[in-house]
């Protein structure tokens, strides 16, 4: 069973901060890894898919990273603002039914 | 861009009521699903479907069940709604099983069971 783990569950750093984001996972026969921003009350929004076959993808200030011989995935957030301050998730894709396994998250607080 | 929308952002429902959740994806997804999220717990599959009439349980399927009679709508229903039923309501949609494509979710529906 494939089991995703997200550290530190909350995180806070002063704007202008880079920083890192972890998830690792236990069965690394994934078909990919998929990144998202959770805002309060809201629903997730989609920020980077890595299919297994690559080792990262970018978007703006995000870059992400996966090592599936590890398991393990970081998400970089370059030069933090206040507005990227939420619930930051990653979801794997894996197993027979291609089933989607969130880890439960890690809270961040960009301080002005 | 993609758009999942759900019907409600709030809810509030009785014990014993039916409840209908849905959800419409308007990019001609095949797979549609539906998780509850909870504190502590985090997103935890419900059903999920991949084409028209055709659906699966997930996880937690136990007090639910769906409806897909139109490939752009997926519902949920609550045969008669109880206190552990409240919770966050998520519905996501994607092209299909290609591990290429991403997950697309809606705003939720935020369900309190009185």
């Known amino acids: 069973k494939q089991e995703v783990t997200q550290i530190p569950a909350a995180l806070s750093v002063p704007e202008g901060e880079n920083l890192v984001l972890n998830c690792s996972f236990t069965?690394?026969?994934?078909?990919?890894l998929q990144w998202f921003r959770q805002d309060p009350g809201k629903g997730l929004t989609s920020l980077l898919l890595?299919?297994?076959?690559?080792r990262e993808q970018t978007s703006g200030r995000l870059n992400a990273s996966l090592d599936k011989s590890s398991g393990r995935s970081t998400l970089y957030i370059a030069a933090s603002q206040p507005g990227d301050s939420a619930t930051y998730l990653c979801?794997?894709?894996?197993?027979?039914?291609?089933?989607?396994?969130f880890g439960t998250g890690t809270k961040l607080q960009v301080i002005p | 861009d993609v758009k999942v929308t759900q019907s409600s952002r709030y809810l509030v429902k009785r014990t014993g009521e039916k409840v209908f959740l849905e959800c419409v994806q308007d990019?001609?997804?095949?797979?549609m699903f539906w998780y509850r999220q909870d504190p502590g717990l985090g997103l935890r599959l419900i059903y999920f479907?991949?084409?028209?009439?055709?659906?699966e349980k997930g996880d937690i399927p136990e007090g639910y069940s769906v409806s897909r009679e139109k490939k752009e709508r997926f519902s949920l229903i609550l045969e008669s709604a109880s206190t552990n039923q409240t919770s966050m309501y998520l519905c996501?949609?994607?092209?299909?099983?290609?591990?290429?494509?991403?997950?697309?979710f809606g705003p939720g529906t935020r369900l309190t069971v009185t």
């Open positions: 996501a949609s994607r092209p299909s099983w290609d591990g290429r494509y991403e997950q697309y």
């Open positions: 069965d690394s026969a994934i078909y990919n």
């Open positions: 890595i299919q297994s076959s690559q």
């Open positions: 979801a794997v894709l894996s197993g027979g039914y291609q089933k989607v396994t």
């Open positions: 990019m001609d997804h095949e797979n």
């Open positions: 479907s991949y084409d028209v009439k055709m659906k």
